[in-house]
């Protein structure tokens, strides 16, 4: 991947205007798109398949007054007045007509109306009257011209009441209220731009990762516009991938801009660094973005519609932002060339001055330079500061370990009462209508009443349906927790009845939870007394069904989140410890952010500052939604702290130095995205949307934790106690496990090898090559040039086909350098592949042979030559390989086994007038052709 991400960033660097218009042109045709054929945002949340949304969904047919959704106006006396004046009926009377001519009004209960079904609804103090308007359909049916000539109705009932009167519109119909975005948002944005410029050194390296950033939002947030044409989307869910697209946007470039920048430092040329940081830095964007997809895409084992909407969103716009990472960034690093340089510092200018006065024989002093822990050998311009941090992590690490751990599960003991529910108007802002409707009624009526259950059941047996409707209420009067039942009646058709239900308590209280479950419990006993087959609904039971259905998913997507990060470490580390330690800091992370997010929206720790309108449960979906982003981000610091240790490890065999090195190689630039993050995410708490508020408060809380706490304090301690146990992984593992090359390995190796063999000629070159056969202990060198011919022959077979195999690209050698038609071996295997054609003549035959030799490879690989005995198919071998040379094989490999000399011998198959060199792997002897 690091070598095909190597060409695409040299291809993006030389093409920059072409790729920047590209990206620009799709970004204005998506948008205009979206702009013609984007629908409303749909904020019904429902799952399919639970109790009370198919009961809702039978009510839409067979009741519909009560199937829809429905408005509140309430109408409130002044303290110690009464509400049933005559002025105040006569003017709500007129305004329930008025608001049963609105389209879409089904039903309007007049407060001091009692007869009519359902009215009569005058507070006990009597100074409150509620007068209730059904509308068909769910609340995102009903258009925003509907909402607001309700709101204009009820402005003018409020103009007509007596003087100290008031009338307030709220209900189901308001309570979800389109989120938007505000200042703060921007300032978060800000916040990036001055990390950036610190961490970067240069406005023009700053601004690049905001300009892929905007790009990539804008991309993935008129997608998810324009996907409103073909499914529900709830308006959460263009915020979250806005939200999520801008962080990683921002921190996927920053790694690329930043690698660019300390490859400038060190000389290189500028197409070649930015083709270079391209491959090593996007290789770890790619992992980190895949992780944070698949994460995101799983939250779909919920079984729930709109949260797989809402992780198909979220997985598109960071994936967006891995591919304008990869092609826009190297564009714009082209279209900047040299000014993204960094100036020689201070330091370096006085070491070259010292060093040209110590050549001229002057005695000016070294520049002295102070070593980290037991890593002599670091840089002069790393960070004291983080030089500090690392020493201190390691010096104690069992103290580190127990004080960080100790501290991250205090944070995380809140979380033992955490409580989730889908928002009601409670949450709204307190000056809202909505809102203060929403408290007076709580107030006058009790907190039931703004969340009602709605109990309904067929009633066709039924001889008596009006009796059976009021006995059945008369049952539910006596539960525990029921503060009323007004309303019990059948419907016109006399075959569904329904049953209000008020509880005591408030639509997101536990009690009003348990009260449901105990309605749920009668079902049995009121069918076999009264024949009424109950079910629970309404936007309350409806709310509690997603709460649960929500709350039971969270263990399987948690082994799903904790099984990927194994075995997607495990490939990238080759290491066992590595990755669970990986994954158990992970887990801590997310347990300190559930903790610090009850602390504040159920406990009241910094409530008032972070504008937290109402203290109690926290939306049913932050905890899985919260786990799934968590999780890639995290992954994303183990990768860019964790890898660069392995990488000095793997060259210094020094465990316990590497992590010191390791960490100073990579911790500025991990600050530097965290912070970015943090910002980025905080910044939607203060003024943010009420569902979206507690998410980013615990994606910021996460992301501080994770980086800081875990992977930068945490992980090294860690790393420092297991020393080399820490890299150790069991052979079977390391075989069984594909290979994920995130910091661009083996685009280093093909830069390495790229002189060699120095001869254009050469097919096939292998320096020091043991093939991984037999006891691997065979070593060959050799140099098949264009069209000569090499014969491998010994007495096992596997000797002969170990080799053949690896030549062919269809086997890893175990050492060594091999380069095939210009590509390094084992790295560019699937290439030399595709030109590399392998023959086993003792299974395939000569028909074999016929086929390869017509799909014209570069190099043919022709094993077991000694098979064929019978004078005619040898006579066909010999021809089909004379056309293999007549058609354009650069070079040909033929395998016998047997002593050398014996027959039968390859020689008579081999076309005239070619070099040939005959190789015996036993006796790694070198062979030139």
């Known amino acids: 991947m690091s070598s095909a991400l190597y060409r695409l960033g040299r291809s993006a660097f030389r093409r920059r205007r072409a790729v920047i218009a590209a990206w620009l042109t799709l970004l204005a045709l998506l948008g205009a798109a979206a702009g013609l054929f984007m629908t409303q945002l749909d904020n019904d949340v429902s799952i399919p398949g639970t109790e009370s949304q198919q009961a809702l969904d039978r009510l839409a047919a067979t009741f519909p007054e009560a199937g829809g959704t429905s408005a509140q106006v309430l109408v409130v006396a002044p303290d110690g007045a009464d509400v049933a004046t005559d002025d105040v009926a006569a003017a709500v009377a ?178 070649e660094s930015a083709a270079r940081a391209t491959a090593t830095a996007g290789s770890a964007v790619i992992f980190a973005g895949l992780t944070v997809m698949i994460a995101l895409v799983g939250l779909s084992v919920a079984g729930i519609p709109f949260l797989t909407t809402m992780g198909v969103a979220g997985a598109v716009a960071v994936g967006i932002a891995v591919l304008v990472s990869v092609t826009l960034v190297p564009a714009l690093l082209g279209a900047a060339g040299e000014r993204l340089r960094p100036k020689p510092r201070r330091r370096a200018r006085t070491r070259g001055r010292a060093a040209a006065a110590t050549a001229t024989g002057s005695s000016a002093p070294a520049p002295s330079r102070a070593d980290v822990g037991d890593a002599p050998d670091l840089p002069a311009h790393h960070n004291r500061f983080f030089a500090g941090w690392v020493r201190v992590a390691t010096a104690r690490p069992w103290v580190t370990v127990v004080l960080t751990v100790g501290g991250l599960v205090a944070l995380a003991l809140p979380a033992l009462d955490l409580r989730l529910a889908l928002p009601d108007a409670g949450v709204q802002p307190e000056s809202s209508s909505t809102r203060v409707t929403y408290d007076r009624i709580s107030e006058h009526f009790g907190a039931g009443a703004n969340g009602p259950l709605v109990v309904t059941g067929s009633i066709v047996t039924s001889d008596d349906p009006v009796g059976l409707m009021e006995d059945v209420a008369d049952e539910l009067r006596a539960l525990p927790g029921v503060a009323d039942v007004p309303l019990a009646t059948p419907n016109a058709s006399i075959d569904t009845g329904i049953v209000q239900v008020v509880p005591e308590t408030g639509p997101t209280d536990e009690a009003t939870t348990e009260l449901v479950h105990a309605i749920r419990g009668m079902h049995d006993e009121i069918l076999a007394e009264h024949g009424f087959d109950l079910a629970v609904t309404g936007f309350t039971a409806v709310g509690i069904d997603v709460s649960a259905k929500l709350g039971a998913a969270l263990l399987p997507f948690a082994v799903f989140v904790v099984g990927l990060s194994l075995v997607l470490l495990t490939m990238v580390f080759r290491s066992v410890a590595v990755p669970v330690k990986a994954t158990l800091g992970y887990l801590l992370s997310v347990a300190a952010a559930f903790g610090v997010v009850t602390s504040v929206f159920e406990h009241g720790v910094l409530a008032d500052a972070l504008h937290v309108s109402r203290l109690g449960p926290v939306i049913s979906f932050m905890p899985i939604v919260l786990m799934g982003v968590l999780f890639g981000l995290a992954m994303d610091y183990e990768v860019f702290l964790v890898s660069r240790m392995r990488e000095d490890y793997v060259h210094s065999g020094k465990a316990r130095a590497s992590i010191a090195t390791g960490f100073l190689g990579s911790a500025k630039v ?260």
């Open 94 to 271: 007129d305004a329930a007509g008025a608001f049963a001519d609105v389209d879409g009004v089904r039903a309007v209960t007049d407060p001091f109306d009692t007869e009519t079904p359902g009215g009569g609804q005058v507070s006990d103090d009597g100074e409150a009257a509620l007068l209730t308007v059904q509308l068909d359909g769910g609340g995102t049916a009903v258009g925003d011209d509907v909402k607001e000539e309700l709101r204009t109705l009820a402005a003018d009932l409020d103009a007509a009441l007596p003087d100290g009167y008031e009338a307030t519109i709220g209900g189901q119909l308001y309570a979800q209220e389109f989120p938007g975005l505000t200042i703060t948002e921007a300032l978060g944005v800000l916040v990036a731009f001055v990390v950036l410029l610190f961490t970067l050194g240069s406005f023009t390296a700053a601004g690049m990762p905001l300009v892929n950033a905007l790009l990539g939002v804008g991309l993935s947030t008129v997608l998810v516009l324009l996907a409103t044409a073909v499914t529900p989307i709830t308006s959460t869910t263009p915020l979250l991938s806005l939200m999520l697209g801008l962080a990683v946007g921002i921190d996927y470039a920053l790694f690329i801009v930043s690698r660019h920048r300390e490859q400038l430092g060190a000389g290189l040329d500028v197409e």
């Open 670 to 929: 991990v600050t530097a995205a965290a912070v970015i993050m943090v910002a980025v995410f905080f910044a939607f708490v203060p003024e943010g949307d009420i569902n979206i508020k507690p998410i980013a408060l615990g994606l910021a809380v996460g992301v501080a934790v994770d980086a800081f706490v875990v992977r930068m304090t945490l992980v090294p301690a860690v790393m420092q106690l297991l020393g080399d146990k820490a890299w150790w992984m069991p052979r079977w593992l390391d075989r069984a496990l594909p290979s994920f090359d995130v910091e661009g390995e083996a685009l280093h190796r093909e830069l390495a090898l790229a002189s060699w063999p120095g001869d254009d000629d050469v097919v096939v070159a292998a320096r020091h090559l043991r093939p991984a056969v037999a006891d691997g202990t065979d070593e060959v060198d050799l140099a098949v040039r264009t069209g000569g011919v090499l014969v491998v022959r010994a007495e096992e077979p596997a000797r002969v086909t170990g080799l053949l195999l690896t030549l062919a690209g269809r086997l890893e050698p175990l050492a060594g350098d091999l380069k095939v038609d210009g590509l390094v071996l084992p790295v560019r295997a699937a290439a030399v592949r595709r030109r590399a054609g392998y023959v086993d003549l003792r299974t395939e035959g000569v028909d074999g042979l016929a086929a390869a030799v017509a799909e014209r490879p570069r190099l043919l690989v022709v094993d077991r030559t000694d098979v064929v005995t019978h004078a005619a198919d040898r006579a066909r071998v010999a021809a089909l390989l004379r056309r293999a040379v007549d058609g354009g094989v650069a070079a040909l490999v033929l395998g016998a086994v047997g002593a050398p000399g014996a027959a039968p011998s390859p020689d008579d198959l081999l076309p005239a007038a070619h070099p040939v060199t005959t190789l015996a792997p036993q006796d790694a002897a070198a062979a030139r052709a």
